[in-house]
T-cell receptor, first 113, second 112 residues
């Protein structure tokens, strides 16, 4: 299995632009998680889906952030408009079920200038 | 609010020293417990997990953790560390409401 796939691996954008991060979970996994990692705040859970349905989005920082999972093999995290404080590494992870171990993708390093 | 506390933010040890990283959580119900490791420049990987049964759990690379329910703790241990163990270690707790919380992480630096 190829593992969790994220794209792009690096993204540099200007403040105010829309950013879309993509994730393909491991085939057969029913749960998908989006995290943000920064030096200041550590690893934060933004949102997670189970069977393509958002279960807990309490970690989404504000309305500028949105996430979708149109099918079992694809999810997006969108930031519109982006701000410099959104600069971070964004990880996607998937698991067989919410309470099982998670498999993390390589992350997307986002820099907003 | 539920939380996961990792007491040591940064630990420096010499090779062959013994390691114990603390993890405490605040949740009274049944939990699943995890330790993840993030090597420099890489993504998180599972070290070990506890769902039920023997509270002493053995993971990869010689790591183990002990679940002490009365202390709400799940400390990570390794009897003899190696330079290659330099990484950041995260404790995570999943409760029965399927809410997962990660600790802030502990940066471990092993001196050769």
């Amino acid at each position: 299995d190829a593992g969790v796939i994220q794209s792009p691996r690096h993204e540099v954008t200007e403040m105010g632009q829309e950013v879309t991060l993509r994730c393909k979970p491991i085939s057969g996994h029913n749960s998908l998680f989006w995290y943000r990692q920064t030096m200041m705040r550590g690893l934060e859970l933004l949102i997670y889906f189970n069977n393509n349905v958002p279960i807990d989005d309490s970690g989404m920082p504000e309305d500028r952030f949105s996430a979708k999972m149109p099918n079992a093999s694809f999810s997006t995290l969108k930031i519109q408009p982006s701000e410099p404080r959104d600069s971070a590494v964004y990880f996607c992870a998937s698991s067989l079920a919410p309470s099982y171990e998670q498999y993390f993708g390589p992350g997307t390093r986002l820099t907003v200038t | 609010a539920q939380s996961v506390s990792q007491h040591n933010h940064h630990v420096i040890l010499s090779e062959a020293a013994s390691l114990e990283l603390g993890c405490n959580y605040s949740y009274g119900g049944t939990v699943n417990l995890f330790w993840y490791v993030q090597y420099p420049g890489q993504h998180l990987q599972l070290l070990l997990k506890y769902f039920s049964g023997d509270p002493l759990v053995k993971g990869i690379k010689g790591f183990e953790a002990e679940f002490i329910k009365s202390k709400f703790s799940f400390n990570l241990r390794k009897p003899s560390v190696q330079w290659s163990d330099t990484a950041e270690y995260f404790c995570a707790v999943m409760n029965r409401d399927d809410k997962i919380i990660f600790g802030k992480g502990t940066r471990l630096h092993i001196l050769p």
